[in-house]
Structure formats: C-alpha cells, structure tokens
C-alpha cells in the first residue's frame, strides 16, 4: 500500500538499551506500516522485542533505552523530531494503548467514570460534566452492563472482562487514530477473551483506527488480526496477510511456533508436538547470520555468512529466511505421528475420589455478618472422579470454578469438608499432615507458577533431592545418583544441579519442578496449570516430556488447565467443572465432539485457533461466573446457558445422561436433541483426525 | 463497619485493662513502702501503720487493685504523694502540653516528611534521593540531646532567635506558648521526619512503577495530574498508619526532649514521678499514654479505611 495511506509508518527501527555490558540492541531494524482500521498482530516469545518495539513506536522507554536509528511516522507527523512535551500532546489523544493486566492498570482509588473522563478532559477540552457523560457513553459503547453505575465504581467492584472493556473504553474515547494493544486478553479467561476479541473487532470497524496488537497466542492473531509480523530476537522473520502466513508459513521460525500448538482435534496419541530446540538469543550473544540460525532445521553453512534480508515472497509476504523457496509449497510438513500412543488396556484404578466437597466458611466484608447466617463458599461441591494407572484426567474450567480447589483437596492440602479419597484402595485422611509417608510420597504436585514453588536459596539439584531422602529414605550416593538420572529423564544438563534457580529460565525451572515430583516416584501427579505462564515452544517440550515419562513409568495425571487444546492434547479422559461440580466428563475424542454440554459448547466455541481456515461457530456466554457463595437455583449453569429450555432449568437439577463408553453429561435437555441442536460440531473443519 | 468498631472498641478496652494490671503490679515492685514515704523517715511506726490501714495498703493486692481501677474510671486518680494535690488535674494539664508539642511537631515534620520523600522518591538514586534518605537517616539515629544542644547552641545562644529554655507557665495559652514550643518542636521533628519520607519514598516508588502510572502517563496527562490524582492516592496511604504510631510517641515518649528544654510534659512528669516514687502520678501518666496510643492507632485503622476505596466501598 502507499505510504501516504499508512496511519503508523516505522522503517529501520532500531532500539538500544545501556546497560552494565554496554550498549545492546534489542530492536534491530524493524520497519512496519499499519493503515487505517487494519489490525496488525504482533507475535514473538517472551524476549524476542515485542514490548520493546511497542513503547518506541510511541517514545515511551525507559531512562536506559533510546531510539538509535530510523524513522517513525504517524500520519505524516515526524515523532522522533517531536519535543517530549507534545508527546504529552499525542498521548491519548492520537496514541492511546490498552495494557495486558486490566487489574494492575487501573487506578484502585479513582472512580471508573473519572479515570476515562480525565484522558477527554485532557485533550477535548470538555467541562468535568461533559467528560462524565462522555465516559458513561464510551462505556455504553464497549457494551458495559449499567454504565451510569460502573462509572462510579472502583476497579476492585469489577471483574477482569469488565475491568478490560473499561480500559478498551479509555482507549477509544479521544477517537485516536493508533491504538496499541499489548496482549490484551491474555489475563482473561477464554469465554471472555472471546468476547472482548469480538468487541475489539467491531469498535475497530467502526472507528476506523489503525492496531498494532500484540500477543504471544498465535489462535488470538488468527482470529482477529488482518496482518501479521513475527518478531525474533528483535528482527521481524516474516510479515504478511493472515492467510498468507498461516497457509505458506515462509520461515523456519513461523513454522516452529504453530507445529508448537496443541490443536483441539487432535491428542498426543495422534501427534507428537514439535517443540523448536534452544532458546532465543540474548542480545549480547547474538549469532552470526540469521539469528534463528542455531534452532533452524533448514539451517546451512551460508545463513551463518550474513543476516538474511526480507524479501519478498508474495505482494504483501515478506519473510527473513534465504531457503523460503523450500518451504514454498511444502504446505505443513506431517508432524510427527506416535507409533507407541494408544494402549487400549485399563490400568489399575490409582484414585478414587467420592462425593469431594469443599466449603469455605466466608470471612471478611460486614454485611453478611450482620445478617446472622453465616454464608460459605461452595468452591467443590460434590464431585467425584476416578483414575487409572498411566491415565491422564484433564480437568477445564474458568477461573472460579474450583478446579484447583479439587487438586488440593486430593493433595490434601487443603482438608476436603466430606466425601471419600482412595488411593490404590486404601482410604486417606483429609489433610496431608495425616497421612503416613508412604502416601505422601504416591501423590506429588506441580505448580503453577516455578518461581515460586522452586527455594530460591536451594540449588535444583537439592530440591530434587528432598524427597528422596524426606520420603525414601535413600543414602547419600543413592540420592546423587538418583538425581542425576532425574535431571537426565527432564532432559536438563547434568551440571544443572548446582544451578540456584535463578540462574534458571521458566521452563527449566518447571522442568526441575517436574523431576522433583518424580523424584518421589508418585503414583498420581496433580499438575494445576504446569504450562500456562509459559512460552509456547516450551510449552510443546513439557507436554512431550509429560507424555514421555508418562509412557515409561506409568504414572497418572490430573492434569487442570483453562487451555483447553492443552487439554485435548495431553488428556485420556476430559472432565468439564463449572461452579464446584461437573457437567460432562468422557473420553477426550467424545468431549470435544458432539453432543456435547452446553458450556463445553460454549468453551469450545471460545478457543482461538491457529488457523484462519477454521470458522467457528459464535456462542458465548454473558457476564462472568455468578459467586460460589450464591450458586443459582435449578442447573447451576442456567443463568449463561445459551440453550435454556425454560423453567425446568431453573428449577429441577439437572440429570446424568449416558452415552456409550462412559461419556456423561448433566443436562435438562435429551442426548439426541443436542445431537441434532449442535449439528456436526463447531470446529467445521476440522472433524475427526481431521487433518488437511 | 458498626460490628467493626464495635469490635475494635472492645479490644482497646481490654488493652487497657491488661495494660493497668502491669501498671500497677510494676509500681507495687518499686522499693520503698509509700506510707514512709509520704511520712518521711522520721515517722512513728505507729502512725506509718495508721496511714496504711488508711491508705488500704495492708488490703490484699487484687482488692487494692480493684479500689485503684474502679477509682480511676470514676475520675478519681487519687492525690500526688509529693504535693498532696489531686493528681487528674495536673496529668491534664501536661497531657495539654504534649499535645501542644505534638500537634507542632506533627505540622513540621509530617508534610516536610512527605514531600522529601515524594521528591526522592520522583529522583531514586540521583543526587536528590542520596541526599534526602542520607541526611533524613543521620538525623533519625542522632540522639536527641545532641540534636537539642545543637540547636539550643546555635539559634538560641547564638542567633538569639528563640528561647532555650521552654519551662512555660501552667497558665499560658497555645500562642503565647509558640514562641517556646518551636526548639523543641524541632528537635522532635529531626527524629519523626525521616521515618516518614522513608515510608513516604519507598511507597512512592512502588506506586510509580504501578501499570496504573504508565497507563496514566501513557493518556498525555500532565507530570502534576499523574503524581496527584494517580501516584499520591495511592502512595500515601501507608503514611497515614506512620503518622498515628507517632502520635503516641509524641506524647508520652519525648522524655529526653522535655528534659533538654525543661519542658513540661507527659513525659517529663514520669520521670518526675519514678524518681520521687510518686505512685498515683505513674499510674495515671502511663495509663493516658497507653490510652493515647489504643486511640490514635484506631483512628488510623479507620483513616485508612475510609482513604482506601478497598475497604470502604465492599464488592
């Protein structure tokens, strides 16, 4: 497109930071141009510059990092040559920017209303009054449920979803002409991230205004943006339309991250992922050449000779790569097809767990004490799952829905309120401070979040090393070696042992956490989100690591995630909780097929795929998940369900209704009548094993 | 929130019953028996013995400790065993005092506090920012009877701006008073000012690197607005609880400064009393102390509250 017609015009950007080992370029030579109403994805691992590339563009970085070479341009206006001071004046006003924590980037002690009406007052010159109505306005306008009251609320009275609409409302109410988003749903959960993705889309549309959004979820840009840029290292690798990426994926790179991503048609007895080796560079240790040289398969000895240039490929298709004619044409290589996965044979059941409850009695706020009763929170309320040996039990749900509130009542961290847990037959007691060691050791944990569940005092080596001498009492040789095969079995480097975990990156760090867990030879892991504050091509090597080991030691997992192709990908048996109890539970084939339960209908319906071709339908749910302290009467799901028959749903609880092999859903409406409701499913294309 | 105060109430009541109990079991360890005291050394064992059974002394312990609490509440605090004069008068007076003091103090060293702490905090590991936490520290750690003479040795006997000594007449109102409190006042706020800019700088510093701030930045808001409406808020509310801890310690803390100006305070007249073993006049001090800091750290939890929109306005 002409240049003229561009809203944002960057070419040859480079961005320098100094630090303590010299200046370092961490933004090297990036041009790009968004025009008008054009949604322009911005995509990369976590250190590859996306962040970085973002504040430049609006001259927003850090005392140690300034713009070293090129151009920007926004509508004609130079913005280098521009005085800090009218930067001010282009800050919300031409430029607005919607951040990625909607909690964290919202003043907690400023009303909504004022905190949208002070970016109009700044720059429209409106009076106080005229702001107000122009808030609640912007606020009607992103859809807010009762804006004239969200307006005079505070941030912690709202929800994530709500929370992000009213920064997207900031963000469009001075009309600018730019807007950044930085992973913008990434905080929210994925029936949400739905439908701000759709709000985003059509405000877009209608206020014409220019995109640069940022994110690491490649089914996100696949579902809402209309060009593509994929970041590394702080270079662009390849840029087009995309249908032009995602069909002819010209560089290595491009390839990597989507063979990286789980699909939801498929599991791991189907596909192995293929997680791209190493890690990106860090700006000062840059290779020679093409910097995605070293974690290339295509790589020969002439891309170490000088960087690749983009070129052109295609009218709007540019890619970094030398070999893109290779690639031409070899559409999506064949991932790699399991020849071992799928044994048929039922384990020996591991856990048992019957009619598990956990209540919170509720503390803190004054109203309900007032009242006289005191109220609970019903965060697991009557649910009951078994597992097998060398089985995976993946469990989905929003956030709120007591999935982890499950796992620690079977890790008996947290002291279930009734029902029964059997491990290998024998009955456990509710916490784990009672129970005998030679159960402690049968059920293990992988957390969430590695930097925290890893002493950051302790070398990895030693972490691994407690259970064996806490649970197993080995000797000190056995311990080394022990641990030694551990590190070898995760696929960390033997001299990793001695590394504190600071020296460790995110994945590295789970993947002690991971051998830890094994370290104690469990019969159940609990894994509550392993994978999920990571990047997606160490996400695809833990998911295989987890296969693997699961294939050798015949260990079972609960495995608990909001992702839910993470799920499809890793998990036998797929059970499905919405406030403290399940709705659907099956084998993973028949979940994620219809008939399935409304919500799960509508968790599907919700996914981001990576792949433009895949229409899916669009159901989604209102509002967010009512309180565990007030659950609906009736099917606890009636007050979002999109396909309520009536009054029954209110009313009665819904029943078990079976299919063959074991699939169940609880719901008012008959088997048959979801089967033809829901058709051939929501991901048209995508049927069974249905590959390309 | 009524069931909360109601609540807090209750405790404040029982820290003070817990804190009369150690009160007056202390102050029946100090040597000495008062009916000699009072009698002086040369009196008849016969009338000191009178003057017990008059007193109740010869009473058990938790009965004389009933008589003196129950007294207490009802407003009688006994006399002074020294001048024989009621003794709530007098505490009043000197409570006046410190709060004279104290109130100053507040008014010097609290928005001096803040506004060296917001302005290291803007400037963090510049000239500014060593030189404010640097001084302010020196200050807090110098004792304050160097301090107190510095100041006496310079600005009064030097300069000859105000008076060195602040031993003021009972009498004298708040304005003829000023002239005496502002050494003193001084004093104390070399000592209050750096804890305040250091609560005031660090919790500057973690509102500035909020999301919030750059998202405020980031709508082309002026420097003032952004540290105003966004940072201050926020930052701020830490500051609050500082400030009323303080308050306990002005009052009934300044023992070394009231000593160096010969100022009549609540402090002073503690010492007063455990050097004369004027009973009544310790308990009666050290109970409005303890009353004083219960008090003020409430206020602060409900301050807080009512600055914090969390707490105030539920989900």
Sequence with gaps: ?692 | MLTYLLRRFGFIFLTLILASIIIFSVTQFLPGDVAQIILGQFATEVAVENLREELGLNKPLHMQYLNWAGGFIRGDWGDSLVSRLPVRPMVMQRLGNSAMLAGLALLIYVPLGIILGVIAALKRDKMPDQLITGVSMAFVGLPEFVSGLLLITFLAIGAGWFPANSSIDPDSTFMESLPYLILPAITVSLSGLGYIARMTRSGTIDVLRTDYVRAAELKGLSGSQVLIRHVLRNSLLPTVTIVAMGIGWLLGGLIVTEAVYGYPGLGRMIVYGIQRQDLPIIQAASMIVVAVYSFSNLAADILYGLLNPRIRVGK
Excluded at chain 1, 420 to 432: A, F
């Design chain 1, 1 to 692: 497109m002409p240049d003229h017609d561009a809203v944002l015009n960057v070419e040859n950007l480079t961005v320098t930071y100094n630090t303590e080992k010299g200046p370092l370029d961490t933004v090297r030579n990036v041009s790009l141009k968004i025009a008008p109403g054009e949604i322009y994805g911005l995509v990369g691992e976590s250190g590859s510059g996306k962040t970085t590339l973002a504040r430049a563009v609006v001259r927003y970085l850090p005392a140690n990092g300034l713009i070293s070479g090129g151009a920007i341009h926004l509508s004609g206006t130079d913005l280098l040559n521009l005085p800090k001071a009218e930067m001010r004046r282009i800050w919300g006003a031409r430029v607005t920017m919607v951040h990625q924590d909607p909690n964290a980037s919202i003043n907690p002690s400023m009303l909504i209303g004022e905190q949208i009406a002070e970016v109009v007052r700044a720059h429209l010159n409106l009076s106080k009054k005229e702001a107000m109505a122009r808030a609640v306005e912007m606020l009607k306008k992103v859809r807010m449920p009762d804006p004239e009251a969200v307006a005079n609320r505070y941030a912690h009275q709202l929800s994530g979803g709500m929370l992000q609409r009213v920064l997207i409302a900031t963000a469009i109410a001075t009309n600018p002409e730019f807007l950044i988003m930085d992973e913008p749903t990434t905080a929210l959960d994925v029936t949400t991230e739905a439908v701000i993705l759709d709000l985003i889309h059509e405000l877009m549309e209608e206020y014409n205004t220019a995109v640069l959004f940022i994110t690491h979820n490649l089914g996100v840009v696949a579902r809402i943006c209309d060009r593509i840029g994929v970041l590394y290292a702080g270079e662009i690798m390849e840029e087009g339309s995309i249908r032009q990426v995602f069909k002819d994926r010209l560089h290595p790179y491009t390839r990597g991250l989507l063979g990286c991503v789980p699909r939801v048609d498929a599991s791991r007895k189907d596909i192995a992922l293929s997680a791209i080796p190493g890690f990106i560079p860090r700006p000062d240790e840059l290779p020679d050449g093409c910097v995605f040289g070293p974690r290339c398969d295509f790589v020969e000895e002439a891309c170490r000779a000088e960087r690749p240039p983009l070129v052109d490929a295609a009218r709007g298709h540019q890619t970094a790569c030398r070999r893109w004619e290779l690639m031409k044409g070899k559409a999506e290589e064949a991932r790699e097809i399991r020849e071992d996965g799928g044994t048929e044979e039922l384990g020996h059941v591991v856990l048992e767990a019957r009619n598990i409850k956990k209540y919170f009695p509720f503390t803190g706020g004054f109203g309900p004490l007032l009242k006289g009763k005191r109220p609970v929170v019903k965060a697991v309320d009557d649910i009951s799952v078994r597992m097998r040996s060398s089985f995976t039990m993946g469990i989905v749900g929003e956030s709120g829905c007591g999935k982890t509130t499950l796992a620690r009542c079977i890790a008996g961290l947290e002291e279930a309120t009734s029902g029964e847990i059997e491990l290998e037959g024998k009955k456990l007691s509710y916490s784990v401070t009672s129970r005998p060691r030679e159960i402690l050791k049968k059920i293990q944990m992988v957390f969430q979040n590695p930097d925290a569940s890893l002493n950051p005092q302790h070398p990895a080596g030693d972490s691994v090393a407690r259970p064996l001498i806490l649970l197993r009492n080995m000797s000190k040789k056995q311990v080394r070696e022990r641990v030694a095969e551990l590190f070898e079995a995760v696929s960390l480097p033997a001299d990793y042992i001695d590394r504190l975990p600071h020296e460790l990156s995110g994945g590295e760090k789970q993947r002690v956490a991971i051998a830890r867990a094994f370290a104690a030879d469990p019969a159940l892991m609990i894994c509550d989100e392993p994978i999920s504050s990571l990047d997606v091509s160490v996400q695809a090597s833990l998911m295989n690591l987890l296969t693997d080991l699961q294939d050798s030691k015949g260990t079972s997992y609960l495995f608990i995630s909001h992702d839910l192709a993470a799920v499809r990908h890793i998990s036998d048996w797929i059970a499905v909780v919405y406030l403290g109890r399940l709705w659907e539970i099956g084998s993973a084939e028949d979940v994620f097929v219809p008939p399935y339960h409304p919500y799960t209908e509508a968790l599907l319906s919700a996914i981001p795929i990576p792949d433009p071709e895949i229409k899916q339908d669009r159901i989604r749910l209102k509002g967010s998940v009512p309180s565990a302290m007030d659950i609906p009467s009736g099917c606890r799901f009636h007050t979002r369900c999109p396909r309520k028959i009536g009054e029954i749903c209110e009313r009665e609880e819904p029943p078990w209704r079976d299919r063959p092999d074991g699939h169940r859903i609880c719901c008012h409406i008959p088997i048959e009548e979801l089967e033809a409701l829901q058709g051939e499913g929501l991901l048209k294309k995508a049927g069974v094993g249905g590959d390309k």
